[in-house]
C-alpha cells in the first residue's frame, strides 16, 4: 500500500484501501486499491471466492483501474476474469462502495464492499485469517437501474430454490403473465405485508422495558390529531 | 357522494370477492380470512357499505394484542413484567373506487371509539397499528399515532388515555 501523494485530489485518493463485502448474495469479494495518481490511475487487487451457485471458483489478479466521475472503473485488458466485462466502484457511504459488476453474458450484479483504511480490514483483505470474514460482510445489495434519466435503486435479494420449487415457481408466473422475478417479489411483498399486519405480539427489547414502562406511564395527554379526528362526522352520518 | 351504511359487523353474505382497495394483501386478506376470523373470534371486522348497491365501501379490523418484553435468559429474570395488553388495529381499507372521500377516516374514527369503548370493560393499554409504507404510516401519524417507542420494527400506538383526553369518544 502507498499512501497517495499530496497532488492527488481527494475525490481519487479516497478510494484507496481495501475493500471487503460480499457480491450476488454469495461470492466474497475483495478489492485492495494499492496505489492512486492524481490523473486517477491506481494499481489494484481484485480477489473472489468460490462460489458453488454461481460456478465460479477463486481467483486473484492485479491489473491498473481508472478513476473518473467518482466511479473506479475496471474493463478491456484489465479485466482479467474471463466472464466479466467491467468492475465498477462508486461509494455509497464514506466506508461503503457499491461494487457493479457487468457480464459478457450481459447480466449485472451488485454488492456492497465495505471498507477504508482499517488495518483489520486491510489485514483481511491482505489475507490474514485472525478474525472470521463474515465480520465485516453486508448483505445488502443492490442493483443500481436508469428509469427514465433517473437513478433508481432497488436492493437485489437473492433466495436459494430448489429445482422444483423453480419449475414451480416459473409455472406460476407464467400464468400471472409476469417475470420470475417480479412474480417472486410481488407475492413474497403480499406475504409480507399480510404478515405485518396481523402481528398480535409487540416485542420490546429488555434493556428498554424499564424506559417504555416511563412512556407508558406519562399522564394523559391531549394529541391534536385526535382531536381533529374527533371533531369530524363520519361519512355514514353526512 | 354515494349514501353510506352505518359500519356493521362482516356477514357470511357480504359481497367480499369483489372488494378491491388496489392492494392485493388487504383484499386477499379479506376475501380468504376475514370470515374465518371473524366467526372464531380471532378478529372483529366491520365493514361500511353503499346503501343503494349493498357493495362494501370499506372495513377496519380489530383484536387483541399485547406489548411484551424481550425473552431473557432465566438467570437474568427478575420480576418478569407481566405483557401489556392491547388492542390491534390491524388491517383498514377502502375499495379504489370509493378513496379520497373521507371513508378511511371515518372508520379509523370508528375504530378508535370501538376500541376506547371496549377497554372500559376488559383492560387495553393502547391501539397498535402496523403501517406498510410510508403513505400509510403518514395516514395514522395525522391522526393521532406516534411510533411505538423502542419497537424495532415501528409500530404506531395511540394510548387509550389520549383518545380519552382528546375527546375522541361521543
Redesign the interface.
Known amino acids: 500500500m502507498e499512501t497517495p501523494a499530496p497532488d492527488v485530489p481527494p475525490e481519487i485518493a479516497r478510494f484507496h484501501g481495501a475493500w471487503i463485502g460480499t457480491w450476488g448474495d454469495d461470492i466474497r469479494t475483495v478489492l485492495v486499491v494499492e496505489r492512486v495518481k492524481a490523473d486517477g490511475r491506481a494499481d489494484v487487487i481484485f480477489a473472489h471466492g468460490d462460489s458453488a451457485c454461481y460456478g465460479t471458483y477463486r481467483e486473484w489478479w492485479r491489473a491498473e483501474a481508472k478513476i473518473a466521475d467518482g466511479v473506479l472503473t475496471i474493463a478491456g485488458k484489465a479485466m482479467l476474469t474471463e466472464w466479466l466485462r467491467s468492475l465498477q466502484y462508486a461509494f455509497d457511504g464514506p466506508d461503503r462502495l457499491f461494487q457493479t459488476s457487468t457480464h459478457h453474458s450481459g447480466g449485472v450484479v451488485s454488492g456492497t464492499v465495505l471498507g477504508g483504511r482499517d488495518a483489520a480490514i486491510i489485514g483481511i483483505a491482505c489475507g490474514t485469517r485472525c478474525m472470521p470474514l463474515s465480520y465485516v460482510y453486508d448483505r445488502r445489495h443492490s442493483t443500481i437501474e436508469s428509469i427514465g434519466g433517473g437513478a433508481v435503486t432497488t436492493l437485489v435479494l437473492s433466495v436459494r430454490v430448489n429445482e422444483e420449487e423453480r419449475a414451480l415457481l416459473e409455472a406460476a408466473s407464467s400464468l400471472a403473465r409476469t417475470s420470475l422475478s417480479d412474480f417472486v417479489r410481488?407475492k413474497a411483498?403480499?406475504?409480507a405485508?399480510?404478515d405485518?399486519?396481523?402481528?398480535?405480539?409487540?416485542?420490546?427489547?429488555?434493556k428498554?422495558?424499564e424506559?417504555?414502562?416511563a412512556?407508558?406511564n406519562r399522564?394523559?395527554?391531549?394529541?391534536?390529531?385526535?382531536?381533529?379526528?374527533?371533531r369530524?362526522t363520519?361519512?355514514?352520518q353526512? | 357522494m354515494a349514501e353510506v351504511t352505518l359500519p356493521g359487523p362482516l356477514s357470511e353474505t357480504d359481497d367480499r370477492a369483489r372488494f378491491d382497495c388496489g392492494r392485493e394483501s388487504l383484499n386477499h386478506w379479506f376475501q380468504r380470512h376475514a370470515w374465518a376470523n371473524h366467526t372464531v373470534g380471532i378478529s372483529r371486522t366491520n365493514v361500511i357499505c353503499d346503501a343503494a348497491t349493498a357493495a362494501i365501501i370499506g372495513y377496519v379490523t380489530l383484536s387483541a394484542a399485547q406489548i411484551e418484553r424481550a425473552f431473557l435468559p432465566k438467570s437474568q429474570q427478575r420480576n418478569k413484567p407481566d405483557p401489556v395488553p392491547a388492542t390491534l388495529l390491524g388491517q383498514l381499507a377502502i375499495h379504489r373506487d370509493h378513496q379520497g372521500k373521507g371513508h378511511a377516516r371515518s372508520l379509523l374514527l370508528f375504530a378508535l371509539r370501538t376500541a376506547l369503548r371496549a377497554s372500559r370493560e376488559i383492560g387495553s393499554f393502547g391501539v397498535i397499528t402496523h403501517p406498510i409504507d410510508d403513505s400509510v404510516r403518514a395516514f395514522y401519524g395525522r391522526w393521532g399515532f406516534q411510533d411505538l417507542p423502542f419497537e424495532p420494527h415501528r409500530a404506531m400506538i395511540v394510548r387509550m388515555v389520549d383518545l380519552e383526553r382528546s375527546g375522541i369518544e361521543q
Not at chain 1, 405485518?196 to 429488555?206: M, Q
Not at chain 1, 399522564?219 to 374527533?230: N, Q, R, S, V
Request: hydrophobic share 50%; no cysteine.
Open positions: 410481488r411483498l403480499e406475504a405485508e399480510a405485518i399486519l396481523e402481528r398480535r405480539i409487540v416485542t420490546i427489547p429488555a428498554d422495558w424506559a417504555f414502562e412512556w407508558a399522564p394523559p395527554e391531549e394529541i391534536a390529531g385526535l382531536k381533529d379526528l374527533a369530524m363520519p361519512t355514514w353526512k
